[in-house]
């Protein structure tokens, strides 16, 4: 639109309405085109919320999957069980030891 065009509508909505009315139509329209961009701000938000939501949604379940695969399926052997592997190595099962084995219970 150019410049001629808005002044001709401005020119026939003061006909319309009048000098007096024309601020309260301007007021009316400001303050809907204010609430129509809050409201389209909310449901931006609301979108941007749900998008977020399900990406943590996603990566846990990829954690949760990941973790679960490596628990039940190892592809190699983790630092636990090469620290039991190494202090078991030195110990001689087929000797009998006299060491007593002393509980909680008993140390109380």
């Known amino acids: 639109m150019?410049?001629?065009e808005i002044v001709l509508?401005?020119?026939?909505?003061?006909?319309?309405?009048?000098?007096?009315?024309?601020?309260?139509?301007?007021?009316?329209?400001?303050?809907?085109?204010?609430?129509f961009k809050d409201a389209s701000d909310g449901v931006k938000r609301e979108i941007h919320r749900n998008i977020n939501a399900m990406d943590l949604d996603k990566e846990e379940?990829?954690?949760?999957a990941v973790n679960h695969s490596?628990?039940?399926?190892?592809?190699?052997?983790?630092?636990?069980?090469?620290?039991i592997e190494a202090s078991e190595s030195h110990i001689d099962l087929s000797k009998?030891?006299?060491?007593?084995?002393?509980?909680?219970?008993?140390k109380v």
């Open 9 to 35: 509508i401005l020119v026939v909505v003061l006909l319309l309405f009048g000098g007096k009315k024309l601020p309260e139509l301007a007021r009316g329209l400001g303050k809907g085109i204010r609430e």
């Open 96 to 106: 009998p030891t006299d060491e007593k084995i002393v509980t909680d219970k008993e």
């Open 70 to 83: 490596q628990r039940h399926h190892p592809t190699e052997e983790s630092p636990v069980d090469e620290k």
């Open 2 to 4: 150019g410049g001629s």
């Open 61 to 64: 379940a990829e954690e949760t």
